[in-house]
């Protein structure tokens, strides 16, 4: 079934062939293509009759086009998945091309340098011919014909590396046999319905080198070459990514350099709030500061209980290594605290917590969810659908899509994708918006799936950029929030699943149904902070690397792979031993729209934690401060100064407090 713009404003229709997804795309180009003939060709140049109709067309485009390069993530059918990632390089690179039109750019100046027309328009209509005018004069269109065709190569060879470096990922088959023996310590239930090999004419079982057989492994085997084997399994897949990372290093060090930027990094920041690759390093710097010294005494305690353990057990202790920190870390966990994580696993059943989670959301928006009436199209039958309204049912807001059970091809990654926004069509009325959430969890035969307090985290930080998307009233699509503003909501939602209160809804028994008991809550919050420092400094050190990849000024000056394995040494102390890994390969964000980008994680931590201890723990009800963070922050989108939106919601500017706090540090 091909697209129609005509449906927009119904369930999104998903193509059902490989040749509908063909033929959608080329429509969508076809079209475009025809809006910008009729606008180049205008001779008195306006808002109404060019940059109106340029952004309309925009919007659509990108509501059609993203319904059809999504499923190259989900879908179950190889063929629709091969033509929606040809669609996306196809699409992608026509994009690339209009962008890079110098008779385009010349409509847009001449509005732009109309000053009475533009002292004339709304705000957000005056930000996106601003907004317009930038992004095409950044694209290039101020160099050369020569320099915009060396853009146009590169953003075009970009383009091909993001989707081959996110396929191989996405189709990684890397697997370990393990005998039962080898895998002692792992609960019964990691064994039911697990598939098994003849190794040497001994029965194995397959563990595969996805998130959950990998954590399970890590944490619970005791035989430490079993851990070893996983780990190793799981941080060297797809070698072959190693050098497309590298190649995209250095065409987007050419890219900036052409535009005459000294790094990438100055290139993208300009963009965002923290504007220069500066302010990004004295955070992460800052950080880790103050993080290395109480990183140090986790790293000793940990470090203690395996030798500890070695000489109880009449073993000598060589070290304590990465495939080491998951099961020594829990076990502080336990021993600190009294918590078992595996008891805290079953309050969380998924179905139980996803309703739950969709709960938390809407009550505090001043929303309401409910499951679909009717059978809406999908990619697969699994797929459940949900319909967002208004609290009063005044208005219906829009949808929301969960896929979250394991499929082969498929993102493994809790991710949300935005299938259309509420983004003004051709004739003036409001497009309903989408999400798609996938996940890749597996029941056993015995239980449904039932989620770590992780896990939940996970799926609580994703709901935010669902409802991100469902509560933005940007007109237009090429108003986005920069990444840094865009990851506040999913970081601010995060503070529920540490509330004494949210726990208490979110948690019940998978058997019994009984909430978790206050005691156990208190233990379970207590533990917050154990190997805290570690954990954050980790993420410290992702924001570090993706900024020192991208802030060379010479191509071939860094080994992508072995200043990620050095940094992660000095920085996150991690450990390897003489193994060699190459995480890097598997380091979806850089080739995933976080390049220079990933600081925006820490950056919006800080932040949504003071957010929610200035208004959500403050003198406001949950639904006054709902209310106010759901207008002041994500109905604004883009299409506002973040910095202004932030302070106009604290009533003040940021402070870093309330997360020195969240994390330990006083």
């Known amino acids: 079934m091909v697209q129609d713009i005509d449906t927009l404003r119904s369930p999104v229709q998903f193509c059902t062939s490989a040749e509908d997804i063909q033929q959608a795309a080329e429509s969508a180009i076809n ?163 697990r598939r098994t090999e003849l190794s040497d004419n001994v029965e194995k079982f397959v563990v595969s080198a996805r998130a959950a ?95 500890a353990e070695a000489e109880a057990a009449g073993a000598v202790y060589d070290g304590f290594y990465e495939w080491d920190y998951s099961r020594y870390s829990s076990q502080v966990v336990a021993n600190q605290h009294s918590v078992d994580m595996d008891e805290i696993k079953e309050y969380f059943a998924l179905d139980s917590v996803m309703t739950k989670v969709l709960n938390l959301y809407t009550t505090t928006l001043g929303l309401k969810v409910v499951e679909a009436s009717t059978d809406l199209p999908v990619w697969h039958p699994s797929v459940k659908t949900y319909e967002v309204w208004e609290a009063d049912g005044s208005a219906f807001v829009g949808h929301i899509y969960l896929d979250l059970y394991e499929r082969a091809d498929k993102c493994q990654d809790i991710a949300v994708w935005p299938l259309r926004s509420a983004v003004v069509g051709e004739d003036g009325t409001r497009m309903t918006p989408a999400s798609a959430m996938l996940a890749s969890f597996e029941p ?39 990444r840094d503003f865009a990851e506040i909501s999913s970081q601010m939602f995060v503070q529920w699943v540490w509330e004494p209160k949210s726990l208490c809804t979110l948690a019940s028994h998978y058997q019994t149904g009984a909430t978790m008991s206050d005691e156990l809550i208190e233990r379970l919050i207590a533990s917050r902070n154990t190997n805290g420092a570690i954990r954050e400094l980790r993420q410290v050190f992702r924001g570090l690397y993706d900024m020192d990849i991208h802030r060379i000024t010479k191509a071939g000056t860094i080994d992508v792979v072995g200043h990620y394995n050095e940094l992660s040494k000095r920085v996150a102390l991690a450990n390897y031993g003489d193994t060699r890994v190459f995480k890097a390969a598997t380091f979806s964000h850089m080739m995933q729209g976080y390049d220079c980008r990933y600081y925006s994680y820490m950056w919006a931590s800080v932040i949504s934690a003071d957010m929610f201890s200035a208004r959500f723990r403050g003198p406001d009800s949950d639904a006054v401060a709902g209310a106010a963070f759901r207008s002041e922050i994500l109905q604004p989108g883009g299409a506002c100064d973040p910095s202004a939106c932030i302070e106009r919601f604290l009533g003040r500017a940021p402070s870093n407090r309330a997360f020195l706090q969240t994390i330990g540090l006083h």
């Open 31 to 193: 079209k475009s293509n025809a809006v910008i003939e009729r606008v180049v060709s205008e001779q008195a140049p306006a808002f109404k009759n060019t940059i109106e109709l340029l952004a309309k067309d925009n919007n659509e485009f990108r509501m059609v086009t993203r319904a059809l390069t999504f499923l190259q993530n989900a879908s179950a059918d190889e063929k629709i998945r091969d033509a929606s990632s040809k669609a996306d390089t196809i699409l992608d690179e026509f994009a690339v091309a209009r962008d890079m039109r110098t008779d385009v750019y010349k409509i847009v100046r001449a509005v732009y340098d109309n000053k009475e027309e533009m002292a004339q328009l709304d705000k957000e209509d005056r930000l996106l011919v601003e907004r317009l005018e930038q992004k095409l004069r950044v694209n290039g269109l101020q160099l050369t014909a020569e320099q915009r065709t060396q853009v146009e190569r590169v953003d075009k060879r970009l383009v091909e590396l993001e989707l081959e470096f996110t396929r191989n990922i996405n189709q990684d088959k890397s697997h370990v046999l393990l005998s039962r023996a080898e895998l002692d310590g792992l609960p019964a239930s990691f064994f039911e319905t």
């Open 213 to 307: 057989d990998v954590m399970a492994v890590l944490k619970n085997a005791t035989n430490e070459a079993t851990r070893k084997a996983v780990y190793v399994a799981q941080s060297n897949r797809c070698p072959e990514n190693i050098a497309l990372l590298q190649e995209a290093v250095h065409l987007r060090l050419e890219k900036a350099q052409l535009f005459g930027f000294a790094t990438y990094a100055d290139y993208v920041l300009d963009q965002h709030m923290a504007k220069t690759p500066v302010a990004v390093m004295e955070l992460e710097e800052s950080l880790s500061a103050k993080l290395r010294p109480l990183a140090e005494e986790e790293m000793a305690g940990l470090c203690a209980l395996k030798q």
């Open 444 to 482: 056993t035969e015995s239980t449904p799936v039932l989620l770590t307090h992780s896990n939940v985290k996970s799926l609580v930080h994703a709901f935010g950029h669902a409802f991100q998307n469902l509560c933005s009233k940007s007109k237009w699509s090429q108003l986005t929030a920069p």
